[in-house]
């Protein structure tokens, strides 16, 4: 099957997808993205997804590429031409095409969209969640407005790509305050000896996950008590229990951390109970 994406008001096969090289998203990642889980042919806290879009766009004073409504209804075509069960939608605007300046265009320029469907099969998610996944721990190089959710990924690529060479899942990045701030890719956690699931506070030096926010709420539902602060190294391989979150990584239990078991080194039973939670949990869309 043809997969299709949407780019600038067209639905054009993904292998005929393209941006100008003048898109101040090529020339200076002058953009932002967003990704939005589909299972089981769903959207998944795709309303939240949404909010983070536009609060991403407004921060950075990128227009808005469509008005919601319109957003909702291109996101909608991407999944049913694709024909999408499990994976996510990516969506990405750009401040648009302009001769290259740093500063932004003046007049204005239309600003680039882009929608695109990507599968992936569950299983796969389930299996590493079964065996729990390896992080490692590295510095944090990104700039100081990581809650925009900017495409500008250069430290984040370099960070999974240590991990990767290091036969790691995650990368957990280190602060100048010697805490961990989250991963490369996903929000960190851990469990204390007290059982408190605890993860960093929003503030500018994380992304407010939106699997995060969701997660919180079911915490508190659950009974258990979470605290929204950092925690250093130490503290998170002295934890009972450990893992990441993501929109499509869910609740992944951490097993070990630079080579140190956590626990017991198997998923921890608070992860995997959140886990078989979150969708059950989480607003579903269609
Ligand atoms: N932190 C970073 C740096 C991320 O890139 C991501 C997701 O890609 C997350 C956290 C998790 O956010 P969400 O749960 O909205 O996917």
Not at 181 to 205: F, H, K, M, P, Y
């Amino acid at each position: 099957m043809t997969r299709i994406t949407y780019v600038n008001g067209r639905y054009v096969p993904s292998l005929e997808a393209q941006v100008s090289v003048e898109d101040r998203g090529y020339q200076f990642a002058d953009g932002v993205y967003e990704v939005c889980e589909v299972w089981d042919g769903e959207l998944i806290d795709e309303g939240r997804h949404l909010d983070r879009f536009y609060r991403s766009l407004a921060e950075l004073k990128i227009a808005e590429p469509a008005a919601r409504p319109a957003l909702k209804v291109v996101m909608r075509e991407i999944l049913a031409r694709n024909r999408l069960a499990n994976g996510y939608l990516y969506i990405q605007a750009t401040r648009g095409v302009a001769h290259r300046d740093h500063p932004f265009p003046d007049p204005p320029v239309r600003p680039s969209l882009v929608v695109a469907a990507k599968s992936l099969a569950p299983e796969k998610g389930e299996a590493a969640a079964r065996a729990g996944v390896k992080v490692i721990v590295t510095p944090d190089l990104r700039w100081k407005r990581v809650d925009i959710k900017s495409i500008s990924l250069l430290p984040n690529v370099l960070a999974r790509q240590e991990a990767r060479e290091k036969g790691a899942y995650e990368a957990w990045l280190v602060g100048d305050d010697g805490l961990i701030s989250e991963g490369a890719a996903s929000n960190a956690w851990i469990v204390d000896a007290g059982r408190t699931v605890v993860t960093r506070q929003l503030d500018r030096s994380i992304l407010r996950g939106i699997t995060r926010t969701t997660l919180i709420e079911l915490i508190a539902a659950e009974g258990l008590r979470v605290e929204e602060r950092p925690f250093s190294l130490k503290e998170a391989l002295d934890a009972r229990e450990a893992f990441i979150t993501g929109a499509t990584t869910l609740v992944m239990p951490v097993v070990e951390i630079d080579g140190r078991k956590i626990g017991e080194g198997r998923p921890g039973p608070v992860a995997t109970r959140l886990r078989a939670l979150f969708h059950g949990f989480a607003a579903h869309s269609n």
